[in-house]
């Protein structure tokens, strides 16, 4: 028979330990725990005062009757270690939000990560598209979120859904920020050592290459049945169309 060399031997056993450690980490995050759908308005943080709330799930019921999408503005208090898009449209096909034409969407805020999301379904990706998304993000939602008007914010973010769901939303500039004295100097420290180096003798300098990667989230999950309490989704479907962002 042969013998395992004692080093080899030494160190299987805890590589095995580090691959079931790793193992059982992602079985752990392959089942969050989501919270239960209890209308258009899931508001676990307490950031909506109780007349705004009713305002806005007036609101988006009265755009669901008019259109049969459906729209949910969830607040969470962390996302269980998860990145915001992962638990979006896990949390979408739970829910199952949308009709089974796939029109669902879900504004969701997570406290604990600072970070915002616009979850689509497939049916609405063409509408609700991934620039729109972002533009609501970042131009009507970040703002408000910085300066910690949550109410305000989510709001003023679901009231700009309805809009693009209905091709009403005008694309909003990004809001332009004075400019810092110390990137100026910073930026024209740059200028000089670049124009140094190009006047500088042959072969005393080399070039590189660089560029910019980048990739998407992709995925789909699907299913059917619903909640109580009046209100439930109709078996929507999502695959991580929309946008997320942060304040």
């Known amino acids: 028979m042969q013998r395992v060399h004692p080093l080899l031997r030494s160190n299987f056993a805890p590589a095995l330990l580090v691959v079931w450690l790793l193992s059982l980490s992602s079985t752990v995050l392959a089942a ?8 258009r308005v899931v508001d676990l943080v307490g950031w909506i005062s109780p007349s705004a709330e009713t305002q806005l799930k007036s609101k988006l019921e009265q755009h669901e009757n008019a259109s049969s999408n459906q729209v949910v503005v969830v607040t969470l208090p962390d996302l269980q270690g998860y990145p915001i898009e992962d638990f979006g ?3 979408g096909r739970h829910w199952q939000i949308g009709s089974q034409q796939n029109n669902g969407v879900l504004l969701i ?3 604990a990560e600072r970070k915002l999301r616009i ?3 497939y049916g609405l990706e063409g ?3 991934d620039a729109i998304s972002a533009n609501i993000l970042n131009q009507v939602i970040t703002p408000a979120f910085r300066a910690a008007q949550f109410e305000q914010g989510l709001v003023a973010g679901a009231d700009a859904i309805v809009q693009a769901l209905g091709g ?7 809001r332009q920020s004075k400019t810092d004295p110390q990137l100026l100097l910073f930026i024209a420290i740059v200028i000089l050592i670049l124009i140094i180096n190009r006047n500088a003798p042959p072969g005393s300098r080399s070039r590189r290459r660089s560029g910019i990667h980048t990739g998407g989230f992709g995925g789909g999950y699907s ?3 619903g909640f109580g309490g009046g209100f439930s989704g109709g078996g929507g479907s999502f695959g991580g169309g929309g946008a997320s962002g942060g304040w």
């Open 32 to 39: 969050p725990t989501f919270p239960e759908l209890s209308g």
């Open 89 to 91: 449209y896990q949390l």
């Open 109 to 111: 805020a997570a406290k």
């Open 119 to 121: 979850e689509v379904g």
């Open 127 to 129: 509408t609700l598209t």
């Open 168 to 174: 009403q939303y005008q694309m909003k500039a990004a």
């Open 223 to 225: 299913g059917g049945g």
